[in-house]
């Protein structure tokens, strides 16, 4: 077996005998962050549990921090009050990222681990089976229920040689995008294995498994070996340690060999994570901004990396530099170490320990700005500024930009690699209710400023219906595109008000038409072409469309986060039983339906008539019959 099949077997509650299969299993640890937190404990309340029943629920706080406004601490407030109320640990805003948090303080080898944001895979750095999820599902999981996937099937990654220096992790899960792209892993998990596993420390795994979030597969994993000991020693928790390996080089549906010793620096060209080019390509290009941080490369070994590259140098004269550390333990290290000062002499802005520029929340570049960021998502219109072109590259390409002013290959100007600390300092004072957690206060106050809304209430899913196309999108259309985050990320507690900006980077009257629709009786249909819903676990771009009046979305393919937040919010995903149909639709078109129930019922395909252009088309829904029952219900809360 492969560590992913351990890992499924050893957690499976019913169901699933192999790849394809639904599977239930139980799920250990559940995390939750601020942006998708709120509607997940107001989803949790709803169910009517007396607390949190998974072994450790943490609820962070590190999205929306920037608090222009009361809505952000209105949401930090219920956060606080409701974590306490049910027993989850509460990570105050300042902390950090919920994953490099998560992985030095909480993850288990071995461990099930769900999150209600996409890239809780970087859990997998340490050898947990540690997959994203829509709020609603992280929900269930931390009230005891278990978590649906499809069994996967598992890509093998080979490592063999170790990396020259100024070649990093990042440079590593790029060439797997190359190889891979971000449409079309649906269902798969990625296992790393090889001799040129032993020679990634973890925080470089770590990288590896948050950005495989952008192939689209289920999860990515490391094994845990002396590597992943140390690490655990080193952050007071070696108790947690168990090793984890693979019984052999056989369990994987396919394998890809890197040769870490050949591989050079390589970027993401606008406008997507699977756009990859070699640095040297772009070697030259005038840059405007330099973001440097995120969930991906935020660790110790990353800022440290740069401060070191910018040691006596200064970042040039017309280029914008920030910093944001991943925790505040990484955050504490540099200033003990005097690298903070360092990174302060060189000119660097030093942000917060938060999501920041990462989500668009701040640092937008200026007006056709080159950004050179080592986060994992450059679509199109996510850092605020449409005309941006960001290119998404490693902290080492970052810091020799920095220094030239234009994209510079770091290899020539590389440090000496950073060494693990045999002792983090460990402070987790900002971690609250640590002692209640699993219990927590029975009759706390639960606060519950203006900007808590409620969970709009799902209805069954109606026999026959008359529809509007009411848009037609093309490939890859990501969450971003569906639920604009940036400066319209503070309405996620409020789903009328957040409604408003659903498809706004790409037709702002959407909404408008879409409720006008819905008031008239009718149905809305999304229209779609392939890998519809890539990127973020937000359920906003699921629960926000069904407040719209959405209750069907036909698309070429589905991500599959999107694909469980759109049966989560009774809303039938579906694709077409011949592709060609897509272009036969227009935008606007009148479908109409009947026998919709029983089709779904019976687990067959639906046929539609578009009215306008006089022809009926086939679509089919690829479901379990529990996600079957789920739409039919309206949804996931009115089926519990
Ligand atoms: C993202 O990176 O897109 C986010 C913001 O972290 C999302 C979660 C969200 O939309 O709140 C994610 O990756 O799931
Ligand atoms: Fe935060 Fe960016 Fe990571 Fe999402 S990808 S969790 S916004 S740092």
């Given at each position: 077996m492969n560590i992913v099949d351990k890992i499924i077997s050893a957690h499976?509650?019913?169901?699933?005998?192999?790849?394809g299969e639904e599977v239930a299993i139980r799920i250990d640890q559940c995390l939750t962050q601020d942006a998708t937190g709120t509607m997940a404990y107001l989803q949790f309340e709803s169910m009517g549990?007396?607390?949190?029943?998974?072994?450790l629920a943490v609820s962070y706080v590190d999205h929306?921090?920037?608090?222009?406004?009361?809505e952000n601490a209105d949401d930090h407030d219920y956060l606080q009050s409701v974590a306490k109320r049910y027993g989850a640990i509460y990570s105050k805003p300042g902390n950090g990222i919920c994953h490099q948090l998560h992985l030095e303080r909480f993850g288990v080898p071995g461990k099930t681990l769900i999150g209600?944001?996409?890239?809780?895979?970087?859990?997998?750095?340490?050898g947990m089976l540690a997959m994203g999820a829509g709020g609603i599902d992280v929900a269930v999981a931390m009230g005891g229920g278990p978590f649906y996937i499809k069994w996967p099937e598992t890509i093998g990654v080979r490592l063999v040689g170790s990396l020259r220096p100024g070649v990093s992790a990042k440079d590593v899960i790029l060439k797997v995008l190359a190889r891979?792209?971000?449409?079309?892993?649906?269902?798969k998990v990625v296992e790393y294995f090889g001799?040129?596993?032993?020679?990634?420390?973890v925080p470089s795994r770590a990288t590896i498994c948050n950005m495989g979030a952008e192939l689209g597969v289920t999860s990515s994993l490391f094994p845990s070996d002396e590597t992943t000991r140390l690490f655990l020693e080193a952050q007071?928790?070696?108790?947690d340690w168990s090793p984890l390996a693979p019984d052999?080089?056989?369990?994987?549906c396919d394998v890809f060999e890197i040769d870490l010793s050949a591989l050079e620096p390589l970027a993401a060209a606008p406008?997507?994570?699977?756009n990859i080019v070699s640095v040297s390509s772009i070697a030259g290009m005038k840059v405007n901004q330099i973001m440097i941080g995120s969930c991906t490369n935020s660790s110790y070994r990353d800022i440290k990396t740069v401060a070191k590259m910018l040691e006596g140098r200064r970042v040039a004269q017309d280029v914008e530099v920030g910093i944001a550390c991943g925790s505040r333990q990484v955050f504490k290290m540099l200033a003990d170490e005097g690298l903070l000062s360092t990174l302060i002499a060189a000119g660097c802005r030093i942000l917060e320990n938060a999501c920041g520029f990462c989500i668009g929340a701040h640092m937008s570049p200026s007006t056709n700005a080159v950004s050179l960021r080592t986060n994992n998502r450059n679509f199109?219109?996510?850092?605020?500024?449409?005309s941006a072109q960001v290119y998404l590259v490693s902290p080492e390409t970052a810091a020799a930009s920095a220094i030239a002013g234009v994209v510079a290959d770091p290899r020539p100007v590389a440090v000496a690699p950073v060494a693990m600390p045999e002792r983090f300092p460990i402070?987790?004072?900002?971690?609250?209710y640590r002692d209640t957690a699993g219990v927590g206060v029975p009759g706390a106050e639960i606060v519950r400023g203006p900007n808590i809304g409620k969970v709009p209430a799902g209805t069954p899913f109606p026999d026959a219906f008359d529809a509007v196309a009411a848009i037609k999108v093309g490939d890859k259309v990501t969450t971003d595109h569906i639920m604009p985050a940036g400066?319209?990320?503070?309405?996620?507690?409020?789903v009328p008000q957040y409604a408003k900006y659903v498809f706004e980077p790409v037709d702002p009257t959407f909404h408008d038409r879409a409720l006008a629709s819905k008031e008239t009786g009718k149905v809305n249909v999304i229209v779609a072409g392939e890998?519809?819903?890539?990127?973020?676990?937000?359920e906003h771009a699921a629960m926000c469309p069904m407040y719209l009046g959405v209750r069907l979305v036909v698309a070429k393919s589905i991500e599959r986060i999107h694909k469980a937040n759109l049966v989560n919010f009774g809303i039938i995903p579906c694709t077409f039983a011949d592709q060609k149909d897509y272009d036969r639709i227009g935008m606007g078109d009148e479908i109409s339906a009947s026998g919709v129930r029983q089709a779904l019922e019976g687990g067959s395909d639906i046929v539609l008539r578009d009215v306008t252009g006089g022809f009926e088309f086939t679509v089919r829904a690829d479901l379990s019959p529990r996600e079957r029952r789920t739409i039919l219900a309206g949804g996931l809360l009115a089926s519990l």
């Open positions: 499976r509650v019913s169901g699933g005998n192999g790849p549990l007396d607390r949190v029943k998974a072994e929306n921090t920037v608090q222009v406004g009361f209600s944001d996409s890239h809780t895979p970087t859990g997998g750095g340490i891979y792209g971000t449409k079309g892993n649906v269902g001799p040129g596993v032993a020679t990634l420390d007071g928790r070696g108790g052999g080089d056989s369990g994987y406008h997507s994570p699977g199109e219109a996510r850092s605020g500024t449409k402070d987790d004072s900002m971690f609250l400066a319209r990320l503070k309405f996620r507690s409020n890998s519809y819903g890539q990127g973020s676990s937000r």
